[in-house]
């Protein structure tokens, strides 16, 4: 009897551990197996200090600590063995739930995941049957080391994959060097860089033979080996968007791709609990601008306040785009008559006083206008006529997770916005939804990686929902105390609510009809949008 309840202890123990390691690799894989990175969500964010310091946690660290009592307390070891048992089949059933919740979110079947979890979990087998403790207990220690093996793991194959980058990146620099006539475009920035970076691509292939990075936002590894893989003497441009996480890779990355045009998209503070302040955030920023040659050319977005900010530091030939021509009066390149309705949007270009009529285009929300005006500027600068340019943009269609309109069995009109998650593509969001009559129910994943001010901006966004929604459908509960402030200062009629993916899809599916608006915004969004019975629009 006594092997029986070690055996199903032991079953329920590994069946646990398989589970957490799969969770905990996602996290590294969404934080780009960055040290500082899953530090500062363990330590910024609720669901952070939850798996640290939550009650599966607290009862672990309590089991631990109550195996003192065996000592002291004669045939309480057969009690001790039971309340373990009785945890990991609590563990197990709590996984279930969770799995048929939709809460579970596994990393990517990477061939990289499988090894780590797949070598962890050989380190832990060997550990558990060379048990130097009582097995219980043992089993214990175990399940609280596993993040750690997966962690050191992960930092040991860290550095031979710094070493095979580095070989990747040399390779591209002899590769890229050889291509004199290649002209290199680089959008940086903390928002909009992803959809500046499709329209630009599509506008130039009208004319231009273009290698493009295959990803939205890209490092120095991505960058080498879209070269290496892609690069050939047809190539005439190359199009990348640089996402840098630390003070020091957008140098990298310049370096690299030896951009000759820059465009400087939004900037925010949304990662800066990384760079530790705004004006480091600048700095790395303005690395890539200080690369260009004398011949160089600058581009930067009017409408963000650091980014107005750069412009006024670069000493680069630059010209300046803006939506806001009554805010940013000196702008060279102006979106006027912005007219946007639930599935279409039109407006007038002016560019370096000659003006344009963009018409008919299937994208909504206006932050399109602001990524499509320095791709029609580049476009008209490299030769490329109007009219070409105009046929290109009304074939648009959004990016995939960004501003997607789909019409869900209901009648109600579901905006798929879960590529990503930051403060500017909220507002954005939540001003598309005031062209809605009906219901107005926001989907949202809290954004992290704000350091000290995350509460505040939670409160300023909350407020700003409290205006536009009836609706506030939580994916977690990462600052939902700084929401509600916010949501409750301006309307205490707008409903706040934290769901699993199930939960949200049901409620959708419940209450949401015709002339109603879903707004999914976020990755965590994107797993209830998937329950969702849709149809896309476009």
């Not at 809460?103 to 079947?109: E, G, K, S, V």
């Not at 805010?327 to 002016?350: G, Y």
Request: proline share 3%.
């Amino acid at each position: 009897m006594l092997e029986l309840l070690f055996h199903a202890t032991s079953l329920l123990f590994f069946l646990s551990i398989i589970l957490n390691g799969l969770l905990w690799i996602r996290l590294w894989e969404t934080r780009d197996y960055q040290w500082r990175r899953v530090l500062i969500y363990l330590k910024d964010t609720n669901g952070g200090r939850n798996i640290l310091f939550g009650p599966t946690s607290s009862i672990k660290w309590f089991l631990i600590l109550l195996y003192s009592t065996t000592i002291f307390i004669n045939g309480f070891d057969a009690y001790y063995h039971l309340l373990v048992f009785l945890f990991y089949l609590l563990v197990i059933v709590d996984h279930i739930r969770k799995a048929y919740l939709g809460i579970y979110l596994f990393p990517t079947a990477s061939i990289y995941a499988i090894a780590i979890c797949g070598i962890a979990m050989t380190f832990a087998i060997i550990l558990f049957v060379f048990s130097p403790l009582d097995r219980y207990f043992w089993i214990l220690i175990l399940d609280k080391s596993f993040p750690l093996i997966i962690a050191s793991l992960i930092s040991i194959s860290s550095a031979f994959f710094d070493f095979g980058t580095d070989m990747v990146i040399n390779k591209a620099l002899k590769k890229i060097r050889r291509h004199k006539n290649l002209l290199s475009i680089a959008i940086i920035g903390s928002y909009g860089m992803g959809t500046t970076k499709e329209f630009i691509s599509q506008i130039l292939k009208a004319k231009y033979n273009i290698l493009e990075a295959k990803t939205s936002f890209s490092n120095a590894a991505e960058i080498a080996r879209t070269i290496n893989s892609g690069l050939n003497p047809k190539k005439q441009i190359f199009v990348a968007a640089m996402e840098d996480n630390k003070f020091g890779d957008i140098r990298e990355m310049s370096n690299i791709a030896i951009p000759k045009i820059i465009v400087v998209s939004g900037i925010n503070n949304g990662n800066i609990s990384m760079f530790g302040s705004m004006d480091r955030i600048l700095r790395s920023k303005l690395e890539a601008i200080e690369s260009l040659p004398k011949d160089g050319l600058v581009l930067f977005n009017g409408n963000s306040e650091y980014s107005r900010a750069l412009f006024k530091r670069s000493k680069k030939k630059k010209f300046i785009y803006s939506s806001f021509p009554t805010q940013v009066r000196e702008s060279d390149i102006i979106a006027e008559n912005v007219k946007e309705n639930k599935l279409t949007m039109s407006f007038t270009i002016m560019v370096l006083g000659k003006k344009y009529k963009i018409d008919r285009m299937k994208l909504i929300g206006k932050q399109n206008v602001e990524s499509l005006l320095p791709a029609i500027f580049i476009g008209l600068y490299l030769g490329i006529d109007f009219s070409t340019i105009r046929n290109t943009i009304r074939a648009l269609r959004p990016l995939l997770g960004t501003m997607d309109p789909n019409l869900a069995a209901t009648g109600a009109v579901l905006i798929n916005d879960t590529y990503n998650v930051n403060l500017n593509s909220l507002e954005q969001a939540l001003l598309y939804m005031k062209l809605y009559k009906g219901k107005k129910v926001l989907v949202m994943e809290p954004v992290t990686e704000l350091g000290k001010i995350a509460s505040f901006e939670h409160i300023r966004i909350g407020e700003k929902i409290g205006e536009a929604c009836d609706y506030l459908l939580l994916t977690n509960n990462n600052y939902k105390r700084s929401i509600l402030k916010g949501v409750k200062s301006v309307n205490g009629n707008c409903q706040v609510y934290t769901l699993p993916p199930v939960g949200i899809s049901d409620f959708v599916n419940k209450n949401c009809k015709r002339e109603d608006v879903v707004v999914f915004e976020g990755r965590e969004a994107g797993r209830s949008l998937r329950l969702v019975d849709f149809d896309p629009v476009y």
